[in-house]
């Protein structure tokens, strides 16, 4: 339990913040200097194809598919604030991940974290199985059972934490030091949960970090993008062929709508925290209910693993009712301020069963 901690003391004792953060997502790709127009907003380009000066030359944009100067902003942007030397725009995050596993082949293996979002699961169970690539699901917060699903053919560890949507947390720097140890092993980690202002991956050794731009990083329920950054030139080169020949790019508004939002991406992120703070303390209080998992509190199992590599936590939480599944429905029909409904990290507020 967590009563007796001021919200003070529970806002404090994680990692410090990453410097420039908020500066980095208001200037980084916006440079009015790159506009014959010299505006301080970039503008929607919402054209499919540029002209060529001749035949096969052009000023750095020939085909939508291939680039986009929204879509450029954008990926700036986010290489920027996810440290990384470079990001990629995907249609959806489901595309993101669709495109990082392309990067394998028939016969190579996935090392998966047991108890990622549906999503995930679904993708990996029953369309990358049908191209060849199995997957096998394991509890990744052990290194002992991580180190051990690693196969000769293992070619890529795929993490979320915190897990969705019972709050599993990861040790990430451990995580990549046992899957590099073996080789050539990729490690992305899923960070829609976190985003760059709470959680760096790159910094503690992943290869990719990707996440649903639909969540937090736009922030405002209207829009569907994945995003993927990474450090590494030749996981670049791959992606972006891959960007480019599998179609899998947002369009010119999406990308303009995502990037304003990640303007305000540290504000939101801070006050997500306050306030899943006070609405954890809240139920933790109650009678009524069992368990909260909340990673920003002292009570979750691996709350020391937050600090150790995390700014702060993010508005994501789970809790147990008790009574089952009747009193969880009873408790969903009667709320107010929430909604039930799925997704998260927009300016409302939202819940579900799951």
Known sequence: MSAGYEESELLSGFQAHFGQFSTQALHIGQEPEQWTSMAMVPSISLSNTSKQSTSGQHAGFN??????????CLEKAVA????????????SGSAAMMTIVHLLKSGDNIVCMKGVHGGANQYFCRVASEMGVETSFVDCT???????????????VWIETPTNPMMKVIDIKACAETAHKHGDIILVVDNTFMTSYFQRPLALGADI????????????SDVIMGLASMNRDDLYERLKFLQNAMGVIPSPF????????????????????????????????????????????PSHPQYDLIKQQCTGSSGMMAF??????ENAKTF??????FTLA??????????EHS
């Open 63 to 72: 085909y939508c598919c291939s680039a986009n100067l929204s879509q450029n």
């Open 80 to 91: 920027a604030i996810d440290g990384a030397k470079y990001s990629l725009a995907f249609a």
């Open 142 to 156: 052990s290194m002992k059972t991580l180190n051990a699903a690693i196969k000769p053919n293992t070619k890529l």
């Open 209 to 220: 970090c990707m996440c649903s731009a639909t969540k937090y990083m736009n922030g405002h």
């Open 254 to 297: 999406d990308c303009y709508m995502c990037n304003r939002g990640l303007k305000t991406l540290a504000l939101r992120m801070k006050q997500h925290f306050k306030n899943a703070l006070a609405v954890a303390k809240f139920l933790e209080a109650d009678p009524r209910v069992e368990k909260v998992i909340f990673p920003g509190l």
């Open 320 to 325: 147990l009712i008790k009574g089952g599944l």
């Open 332 to 337: 969903l029909k009667n709320l107010k301020l």
């Open 342 to 351: 799925e997704s998260l990290g927009g300016y409302e507020s939202l819940a």
